[in-house]
Structure formats: C-alpha cells, structure tokens
C-alpha cells in the first residue's frame, strides 16, 4: 500500500511540473507587443532618452522616456548608432516603469526617419 501511495504522489507532483511548464510556455507566447515612433533626445551608448510623438499613449505616461534593449540579464544592447534628432521606432512589451523620466525595456529600436532638430 505505502508503493501505491508514494507512485500517486509522483504521478501528481509530474502532472503539476508539467502544467506549470506548459502554462508558463502559453504565457510567453501571449506577450503584448506594443510600437511607438519617437524623438531620440540624448543617446547614452546603452540607453536612449525620447520624447514620443504627439498622440502616442506613450505621451500620456511621460514627456521623456528613457529606453533600454536587453540582450541577456547583464548585458544591454549598444544603441550608439541612434543621433539626437533621429525619428525611431520602438518595440515593447507596454510596462513603462513610472518615473521621471518614465524608463522601458524594449525589444527593439529602429531608425525610421531622418534627423529632427531638436529645440
């Protein structure tokens, strides 16, 4: 009896690991992908600070925002290449820390434009 009662907690402790494994696998396939087109202000190498355009939800939370890409838990991706001026178009997951400047971590920066000049 005390086999039997051992192999049915197994069996429920397997099933459990197995439908948070799936469940956790859906969720990551459900990510908000949010895009909005900006106004790069200062680049700092590894960070960019914009200013979103007029009508963007983004304006709603903050007038400045600065905006970081990833690429592993301690590495940023280097966003030199963004000139002040430059229009881009940001990819993120719609989280906007509220602070000031307001900050985010993007997927993706993408020069979409040519340079504006900034007041």
């Known amino acids: 009896m005390n086999k039997k009662l051992i192999f049915l907690v197994m069996v429920i402790i397997i099933g459990a690991i197995i439908f948070t494994v ?26 960019i600070l914009v200013n979103p355009e007029e009508g963007s939800s983004e304006l709603n939370s903050s007038d400045k925002i600065v905006v970081r890409v990833p690429v592993d838990n301690a590495t940023l991706k280097d966003l030199s290449e963004f000139t002040e001026g430059a229009k881009v178009k940001i990819t993120y997951n719609g989280m906007i820390m509220e602070s000031y400047p307001a900050q985010i971590n993007a997927y993706d920066v993408e020069k979409i434009g040519g340079v504006q000049k900034i007041d």
């Open 22 to 47: 799936v469940n956790q696998l859906n969720n990551d396939e459900n990510i908000e992908t949010v895009l909005f087109n900006a106004i790069v202000i200062e680049n700092n190498e590894t960070s």
